[in-house]
């Protein structure tokens, strides 16, 4: 056969071979992602930053984890990996398990409440076949911790952290999440019984400070770690809210308001008081007092005599400034007489002091 002609041949039956490859390759991982892994047989999906449990005939057998960076020492530790060491997977994030029905996706309860972006609480009961490796913020409810002088308080934390040994986490206790959390609240309950409402409300931050403080001292946050696989990220706890009872509440605002009005008085008081010292002054600089009570009466007699008095009597016109706070010129006569009545009154007094010294 010609060379050129047997080329021909040989690259023709290549291409088929590497063409039927690709495609019984393309068809199979195409069955994968659509039939086999959605519904955990041989193969499963595991999202990034996550982990999955296979067991074999109920036994654990291994934890497949998918999370850029990392992974899993011989103790299911997760671990910080070495980026030249990972082996990249031809299937991505679909991984195999094994032969069903022998090799299953193990799935465990898990019950735990969680912010949204805006704020409001929402509380989870659910079967998971996934462990979260990722920092989240989990919320803790502790209901009628009462404080130093036994006030009640209800009280929201949150807490960051993070699951780092998925098998400690499922198969050490019931719920890990639960007994985390319940220990983190008894404690807080312990601390609010030795402090008072007004400097948890006050000083939010120091006295989250001084919870993870209280709980590295007491050995909870290695507890935690190498029981139950949580880690609780350092300085990751947050007083969300701090409620006292109703009561409470309607008392404070009770108070608060009094203390406003108290101030308001006092406020009220001294403008007052000030005023009346600027017409006593006024009234002793006016000089002759008998006087003054003439000219007062003199003009409450008439509209007439009442403007021209103020004008031609000299320090009449300071004695009204004084009363009114304005100039003379811009009161109206229902003023004037209304300030001549004060006047002749705080006169009356002035006499009767420099009667009786």
């Known amino acids: 056969m010609d060379p050129v ?62 999370w850029k960076g990392y992974d899993l020492d011989g103790a299911w530790n997760v671990v910080k990996a070495d ?104 404690l807080f309950r312990d601390y609010a019984g030795e402090t008072t409402y007004e400097f948890l409300i006050s000083n939010k931050g120091d006295a989250a400070k001084i919870i993870w403080k209280k709980l590295r001292a007491k050995g909870l946050i290695q507890e935690f770690r190498e029981n139950y696989g949580v880690e609780i990220i350092e300085q990751g706890i947050e007083i969300r809210e701090i409620a006292p009872p109703q009561e409470y509440q309607r008392a404070a605002t009770r108070k608060y308001l009094a203390e406003r009005e108290r101030e308001e008085t006092e406020i009220r008081a001294d403008a007052e008081r000030r005023r009346l010292e600027a017409v006593y002054k006024a009234i002793e600089q006016f000089g002759d007092i008998g006087k003054l009570v003439r000219t007062l009466e003199a003009v409450e007699k008439s509209s007439l005599a009442a403007s021209l008095t103020v004008q031609a009597v000299p320090g009449l016109s300071d004695v009204l400034r004084g009363v009114l706070g304005k100039p003379a010129d811009d009161v109206t006569i229902a003023e004037l007489r209304q300030a001549l009545d004060e006047i002749k009154n705080i006169v009356r007094n002035l006499q009767q002091s420099q009667q009786n010294p």
Do not use: C
């Open 5 to 66: 002609a047997l080329g021909i041949v040989i690259l023709i039956v290549v291409g088929l071979f590497l063409a039927a490859r690709f495609s019984a390759a393309y068809i199979f991982q195409y069955i994968v992602y659509t039939f086999f892994a959605p519904r955990n047989l041989f193969w499963t999906f595991v999202t990034e930053g996550t982990a999955k449990i296979a067991v074999h005939g109920g036994k654990f057998h291994k934890i497949i984890m998918e």
């Open 83 to 186: 980026e030249a060491q990972v082996k990249r997977r031809l299937f991505g994030g679909a991984r195999y398990i094994g032969l069903p029905p022998f090799f299953k996706i193990y799935a465990y309860r898990l019950r735990w409440s969680s912010p949204r972006e805006d704020g409001t609480v929402v509380a989870h009961d659910e079967v998971l076949s996934h462990v979260l490796l990722k920092d989240h913020i989990y919320t803790i409810h502790i209901r009628g911790a009462e404080d130093k002088q036994r006030i009640p308080l209800d009280i929201d934390l949150l807490i960051t952290a993070r699951i780092v040994n998925p098998y400690k986490f499922v198969f050490n206790v019931q719920d890990a999440f639960e007994v985390v959390l319940n220990r983190i609240a008894a």
